[in-house]
């Protein structure tokens, strides 16, 4: 096998040796990539006059001939080539001889490979975006759908207050809605071309960097050509931020396991969106739910193996930081598709507006605002507080709920209540008094989605 870099070399590589050094049977998915890198170092080669303005033309036209084989399927990889560069390279060299050898000019795989990584995300960036924006989408719809049905709102597990159904998903629109802009501060640190810092130590050609960086819609250049080759953050970055994604997901998906079982009954899912048991026929099972609970740990995995590769690696580019596209692939793979199916799943879901309702009869969630329709007559906030332990205390004892007690009942506690402690402490009143901005009232909910769809522009 003869090898780009066998000059220095006396034997041939040991072909186990071959297998574990090379990389194009993960990183042949940045052929694109790859291309468009090339051919704008080219137009770049020839504008300088480091190679023939024919040579240049005839590389990029040649690019363009081997992206579309490979586009139709026409061309395939060959998976003996060390890498995707070198594959590239040797095909187009193959088609047009010793001009195809003049591409390399000025270029290193060590800042090629870095620049591909980043123009690959920048694009699988914007695909994350548009999920998020679809399950973003859906929420806005299921919150409009459920603006003004109550349901309980928790704390420890355990009934809180009430609050709307409409409230409680938005509170997860919230947390993807910060997604996009971590995605989006990503983007903006990775727009940086590494191109031109060669190995580590830049070139003694005329290069133009910057003109580069305008072909490939950079919004600058690497300061610092040993910090260009071996910089990996924005990998890491990206990767921190699918981890939160993931982590937003886990905490949806718990809600919908909990919700979907008997014991909640809160929500169905849609049959297409479920399974079944191989023993018991009664079964549906949320597993869509629970492979994204259970596929945040890989994506936490793949954060973690990129913190681990980079952590001892002294400048400039070392071998260990091939380990960074598996990781980063993996990762972008998982977080798409569970975004994909989640937002299917919630779409087709049917929320149980009945049972959320007779959940708020239980659990003494109206108590807070007894204690503040005490407080409204006068009492300070923490006497309130303390009739009302003592009115759920009774409550408890004598089988009862705040809208069962008596007048006489609420008498013996404090005089203060009167008739309209029963519109008080009614789940609706409740609610509609949270009207401040951000609250559960259905008003303020239409306005988070407003405010959503306006930030979406959906």
């Not at 859906?138 to 009430?162: F, W």
């Not at 953050?233 to 937003?248: F, G, N």
């Not at 309209?420 to 009207?435: E, F, K, L, S």
Request: hydrophobic letters at 40%; a negative charge; charged letters at 25%.
């Amino acid at each position: 096998m003869n090898t780009m870099w066998a000059g220095r070399f006396q034997k041939q590589l040991n072909s186990r040796v071959n297998d574990f050094n090379s990389s194009i049977h993960f990183d042949c998915r940045m052929y694109k990539q790859d291309i468009k890198g090339s051919i704008a170092h080219a137009t770049m080669l020839g504008k300088c006059g480091i190679i023939s303005q024919e040579d240049a033309a005839l590389i990029c036209k040649t690019l363009g001939e081997i992206l579309d084989d490979l586009d139709a399927g026409t061309l395939a990889f060959d998976m003996n080539a060390e890498d995707i560069h070198m594959f590239i390279e040797s095909e187009l060299t193959a088609r047009i001889g010793d001009v195809g050898k003049r591409l390399h000019t000025a270029r290193s795989r060590n800042d090629q490979v870095a620049l591909d990584l980043r123009l690959y995300l920048r694009d699988e960036i914007a695909e994350l975006k548009a999920l998020l924006f679809d399950l973003l989408n859906v929420i806005c719809n299921k919150s409009e759908q459920h603006a003004a049905d109550i349901m309980p709102g928790y704390t420890h597990l355990q009934r809180a207050q009430p609050v709307t159904l409409g409230h409680y998903l938005m509170a997860y629109g919230q947390m993807f809605a910060r997604d996009v802009r971590r995605l989006d501060d990503v983007s903006e640190n990775m727009n940086v071309l590494p191109l031109g810092s060669c190995a580590l130590a830049g070139t003694t050609y005329p290069i133009d960097r910057f003109m580069v960086a305008e072909l490939l819609g950079f919004d600058s250049v690497c300061q610092n050509s040993m910090d260009g080759v071996s910089d990996r953050d924005y990998a890491i970055e990206l990767l921190s931020t699918l981890s939160i994604v993931m982590m937003h997901l886990s905490r949806f998906s718990e809600e919908i396991i909990l919700w979907s079982s008997s014991e909640f009954g809160f929500v169905d899912l849609d049959d297409a969106y479920s399974t079944g048991s191989s023993i018991m026929p009664q079964k549906k099972n949320p597993d869509i739910a629970e492979l994204v609970r259970g596929k945040t740990g890989r994506v936490y995995g793949d954060l973690t193996t990129l913190l681990t590769v980079m952590k001892g690696i002294p400048l400039a580019y070392n071998k260990d930081m091939q380990e960074d596209k598996e990781a980063v692939f993996d990762a972008l793979d998982t977080v798409k598709i569970c975004l994909e199916l989640f937002a299917a799943m919630l779409d087709t879901a049917t929320f149980n507006t009945v049972i959320l309702r007779e959940a708020v009869s239980k659990g003494f969630i109206n108590a807070t605002d007894c204690a503040d329709y005490m407080v409204k007559k006068g009492l300070p906030f923490r006497s309130a507080y303390k009739i009302v332990g003592q009115l759920v205390a009774y409550c408890i004892a004598h089988k009862k709920t705040l809208e069962t007690l008596t007048l006489d009942e609420y008498h013996m506690a404090s005089p203060v209540f009167e008739d309209d402690v029963y519109q008080a402490i009614d789940p609706d009143t409740c609610v509609a008094g949270r009207a401040c901005f951000g609250g559960p009232a259905p008003e303020s909910v239409l306005k988070q989605i407003k405010d959503m769809r306006k930030y979406l522009k959906l």
